[in-house]
């Protein structure tokens, strides 16, 4: 043991991996509906590891979550935004009462029981399943002035108590949002889940999966019933769900809606696979041309939604000639693909159709998301650099001095410069692959660095308040959820699978939607959770400063 004691303490950098590797080898493990995940895992073994007396430099540990902290920021800006309106609100008001329930809680438990400021921060961290908390309070202990001792000793308790209450409150958040909240709303989550589908204009779907019969197909038909009318008409009457994408006469040949038809005439036509019920009794008899798969092709595009004509409309309103959607992406979260889902700026759809047809509907849409992936390091730069600065800003209320500090100014930058580039496509590329590298990595060598330093005094706080942590840690997730159960059936008439995704997403907590979306057998919840995600993220990371400030003064 002592040579991997020596190993580890010359080269601290090699612990941090081991803590990675094994912390997200300790994430994979499921008990039933509940997934420790790769964070908590790795502080739980970096607070074993760091028992060697191994530890990083504290530099180290800034810069990874200023990294975290940006990029969270950067990729939430424009769904945050998005949902600053009537729509919006009227479920984000949820995670308005998450952050203003547990602070809440979180002082009464600090005053009640004489909490430090670290352990209170720990709770307020572990319960509402917030890994980002741990770094704004940890770096705002760090502002208070206190000695090194003391300070280090507090941080440590932040990382100790965060990871008992977010156990707890994992296995809570689970088990309230898939099976508690439904049979107090006396509903089955399944059957509202695919009625609400069903209103909406879609159909189950099932995760990771195919479909046999794909929704969109190619045919080509032999013109015998619409001689003499146009192309335009013919879509017309197949319910504008199918485009021509050419007719053959003696030739193929490209048409536009003003194409008059002849008998004879071959058309080929790509659409969705209902529409083609009707397509022989409406045009003629169904034509096999394996020769013109060749000549009609069609194009794949994500195009991100910027525009203020469609931000809140329904897709069967943006509907394009020769252009369907395969799919809607939110906050990293598939949504259904429905007549009736609502889109927000910040939503990726995925489009198909002809390149003509697809630049059409991309200008009035927003813009196609860049096939490079090239890093824009100038724009990343600078609003790491200005939130940085940023959080050296401090405000002082009375005796109460309160500062963003590093975390706090990046997130606020990261949400600004994520906005500006959803309007401005031209610079700030960021990939969404490279994004959720910068945020897992960060995150994960952040948490590894704390559990490393928060070693040596995890046992002792642990004695102190062994049975405080577990009953603080469901007690804050339990009391928000219920009251968000009670203000959004009672009060704002949220539908019930909505509702349930909301209160998973009030508490940033992915195996939380997970479970509810896997009860409900389709991807409805995530129209709920999605909104209260992009929220939550943004506001409970800033409770951090707020709680250490108020405490410890």
């Known amino acids: 043991m002592e040579w991997l004691r020596s190993l580890l303490q010359a080269t601290p950098e090699i612990a941090l991996f081991v803590c990675l590797a094994l912390g997200y080898l300790l994430g994979k493990l499921r008990v039933g509906r509940v997934q420790l995940g790769g964070v908590c895992g790795t502080l739980i073994v970096a607070l074993v590891v760091g028992l060697l007396d191994v530890s990083l430099n504290e530099q180290v540990r800034t810069i990874a979550f200023a990294l975290f902290i940006f990029a969270l920021g950067y990729t939430g800006g424009p769904q945050f935004f998005a949902n600053l309106n009537r729509s919006g609100l009227k479920i984000g008001v949820l995670s308005v009462v998450e952050v203003l329930t547990v602070v809440l809680m979180v002082l009464a438990l600090a005053g009640v029981l004489d909490l430090d400021v670290g ?92 479909p046999a019969m794909p929704a969109l197909v190619g045919r080509a038909y032999e013109v015998t019933h619409l001689a003499g ?32 038809l002849v008998a004879g005439d071959v058309v080929v036509l790509v659409g969705e696979r209902q529409a083609f019920l009707r397509a022989e009794a409406v045009i003629g008899p169904e034509q096999a041309r394996p020769d013109l798969a060749t000549k009609t092709t069609v194009e794949t595009r994500e195009v991100v939604v910027t525009s203020k004509e469609v931000d809140g409309a329904a897709l069967r309103d943006v509907r394009t000639r020769g252009v369907f ?180 997403g009030q508490q940033c907590s992915t195996p939380a939607i997970s479970a509810v979306t896997s009860v409900a057998g389709n991807s409805v919840p995530l129209i709920g959770y999605t909104v209260t995600y992009a929220m939550s993220s943004i506001l409970l990371p800033l409770t951090g400063p707020v709680v250490v400030g108020l405490l410890g003064r």
Not at 182 to 205: C, I, Q, V
Not at 229 to 242: M, N
Not at 444 to 451: E, H, L, R, S, V
């Open 325 to 504: 959607t395969t799919g809607v992406v939110r906050a990293e979260q598939r949504l259904p693909v429905a007549e009736g889902t609502v889109l927000r700026r910040g939503d990726v759809l995925t489009l198909v159709g002809g390149a003509e047809d697809l630049d059409a509907m991309t200008s009035r849409t927003g813009y196609a998301v860049p096939r490079t992936v090239a890093t824009d390091f100038v724009y990343l730069g600078v609003g790491v650099t200005l939130g940085m600065l940023i959080g050296k800003l401090t405000v002082h209320f009375g005796p109460i001095a309160l500062s963003l500090g590093t975390g706090g100014g990046a997130l606020l930058a990261g949400l600004v410069f994520g906005w500006f580039r959803a309007r401005h496509r031209s610079i700030g590329n960021f990939p969404p692959a490279a994004a959720t590298l910068t945020k897992d990595l960060g995150l994960a060598t952040f948490i590894a660095a704390t559990g490393l330093a928060a070693a040596p005094q995890a046992g002792a706080l642990l004695r102190q308040y062994g049975a405080l942590l577990p009953f603080a840690g469901v007690a804050l997730v339990l009391v928000p959820a219920l009251l968000s159960l009670y203000l959004g059936s009672r009060v704002l008439k949220i539908e019930p699978p909505i509702l349930l995704g909301a209160i998973a």
């Open 229 to 260: 009318r146009t192309v335009g008409e013919l879509e017309s009457e197949l319910s504008r769900q199918v485009s021509v994408e050419g007719v053959v006469r003696e030739e193929f040949q490209q048409v536009d809606p003003r194409f008059e």
């Open 119 to 210: 352990t209170a921060s720990g709770i307020l961290a572990g319960a509402a399943t917030e890994s980002a908390v741990v770094g704004t309070s940890t770096e705002a202990i760090g502002k208070l002035g206190l000695d090194p001792a003391t300070t280090a000793a507090l941080q440590g308790n932040v990382a100790t108590a965060y990871t008992v209450c977010y156990l707890f409150g994992l296995v809570a958040i689970v088990l309230f949002a898939s099976g508690f909240a439904p049979a107090l709303l006396k509903t089955n989550l399944r059957e509202s889940s695919r009625a609400l589908l069903a209103k909406m204009g879609g159909s189950d779907d099932e995760p990771g999966t195919a």
